[in-house]
């Protein structure tokens, strides 16, 4: 099962671009939903944010995540493609961890993007769409977020999109202290912009499309306004911030045109944009590509955030290693007692001389079926001819070591038959056990396997396991 994931992101992509694919939280539930009945893919999840809009899939190897997001959503696959980056693997899984830990955003470090992180991971669930390894991978990215934003300290303090407004505004208007602004939307994004603008000394008035008292959230001393009101409101105010997740302008140029003294800058924080486009023809007007980045960090700043998503993707990584060991199918170690035992070994080349040295240490029966062998044949009882069908009977385990794939087949098949243990050492689904590399001390044994992958790595392990017995005292 493969890691893939393919995204558009404010770095590549424009806003015009990216709110063809900027969705609602409906929208996701649905779009995941669908995404998860599609041919290959065992898990989903979509991160969907005013700068990014990234799909994760888990599953088949040949699937196209852009490809899919595009037909779920009804965009233009023409038209998006050059601006789809894909990853697959480790890289997928990087680049969700450098995501999160704010490394690409537009604002280093900006700490909205770990509660978005964490979002698209609870919708998934909720829709049934992620599977364990994307939920473990989320889990991880949103531990390597919370890591970036309290263990990095960055030298222009805590970042936002709302403290990025703040700073523009300021310099466009001076100082903030008494100017009037208008904030539309009072969602996560909105709240934040009209608690940052206040905290500034501005008089800031919140637009509300229904109040329940002790339910609606608004930040302390802001004031408020019916969302129908918000065009009387905006006359004579000195700006506008309009962060709403509505699928119409909240401003038009129409009803900017009948306003006689309209606001001098307006700040669209949202995407789809809320303010439409042609208002930049009568006032200062800004949106999520105007604002810009805050900097890029200072070296320190970029190197502890580096070294955070980097040790988060190392964890998951070691997490994946471990399901896929899992999923080999590892031995359990059983030792047996062969000491006059009838072990029967079919072959008598390379490979075979190394069992035959193992079995030795023993003091077992050891039988070697084979017309040729490379070792010393004294203890043994040696049997000069090819194998024939029978000449396991009265086996304790079994070993086929040959070059000759079919017989080496057959001797299997007749150990399993006479429910007899066998090693074989050219086919690892063929094996009832795997044959160790044989580790001795004083009094000790121990045994190495792997999942039948890794020969070279189990050799290094028995060196150094051997080395350790040999030290014991």
């Known amino acids: 099962m493969s890691l893939l994931m393919s995204g558009l992101d404010c770095h590549g992509a424009g806003v015009e671009l990216r709110e063809r694919l900027a969705f609602s939280r409906q929208q996701v539930l649905e779009l995941l939903g669908w995404l998860k009945k599609q041919p290959g893919v065992t898990g989903a999840v979509l991160l969907s944010t005013c700068n990014r809009t990234e799909v994760y899939l888990s599953g088949d190897p040949e699937m ?8 779920g959503a009804g965009a233009p696959e023409g038209l998006l493609e050059p601006y789809f980056t894909t990853r ?5 899984a990087k680049h969700l961890m450098q995501v999160a830990c704010g490394l690409q955003s537009q604002i280093l470090g900006e700490d909205q993007i770990i509660t978005q992180v964490r979002l698209a991971m609870e919708l998934a669930q909720e829709q049934a769409a992620a599977d364990g390894m994307l939920a473990a991978l989320f889990r991880r990215a949103v531990t390597a977020g919370k890591r970036a934003k309290t263990e990095v ?4 303090g805590v970042p936002s999109m709302g403290q990025r407004c703040r700073e523009l505004l300021e310099q466009e208007l001076g100082s903030l202290r008494d100017k009037n602004i208008l904030v539309i939307g009072n969602g996560q994004m909105g709240r934040l912009a009209a608690e940052i603008l206040q905290q500034a000394g501005a008089r800031v008035r919140v637009t509300l499309r229904t109040y329940r008292h002790g339910e609606t959230l ?9 969302y129908e009101d918000r065009l009387a409101a905006l006359e004579g105010a000195d700006a506008l911030v309009s962060a709403t997740t509505s699928p119409h302008y909240t401003l038009t140029r129409e009803q900017l045109d009948s306003l006689k003294n309209p606001p001098r800058v307006a700040m669209d924080l949202a995407v789809p944009r809320d303010i439409d486009p042609g208002c930049a023809e009568k006032i200062k007007l800004y949106d999520t590509d105007g604002l810009g980045s805050s900097g890029p960090g200072t070296p320190e700043e970029l190197a502890a955030m580096e070294t955070i998503a980097r040790e988060e993707l190392d964890r998951f990584l070691q997490w994946q290693k471990r399901q896929t060991m899992a999923q080999g199918s590892l031995r359990f170690p059983l030792f047996l007692d062969l000491s006059g035992q009838k072990v029967v070994l079919v072959g008598g080349g390379t490979i075979a001389s190394r069992r035959i040295a193992a079995l030795r240490l023993f003091g077992c029966e050891t039988v070697v079926i084979a017309p040729e062998l490379k070792c010393n044949a004294d203890g043994l009882t040696w049997i000069r001819r090819r194998y024939v069908p029978g000449d396991l009977e009265g ?17 299997g098949e007749e150990a399993r038959r006479l429910g007899i243990p066998v090693s074989v050492a050219d086919c690892e689904q063929e094996c009832t056990f795997y044959f160790p590399a044989i580790c001795t001390g004083e009094n ?3 045994g190495v396997v792997s999942t039948g992958k890794d020969h070279h790595r189990t050799a290094r392990a028995a060196r150094e396991i051997r080395k350790v017995l040999e030290e014991l005292k």
């Open 64 to 71: 196209s995540p852009w490809r899919l997001l595009c037909r």
């Open 88 to 92: 697959v693997g480790e890289d997928a």
């Open 153 to 156: 300290h960055l030298c222009r």
């Open 218 to 226: 608004v930040p302390g001393g802001c004031g408020t306004v019916p």
């Open 395 to 411: 086996a304790a385990i079994a070993i086929a070591a040959t070059d000759d794939r079919a017989v080496n087949h057959a001797v």
């Open 444 to 446: 000790l044994v121990a």
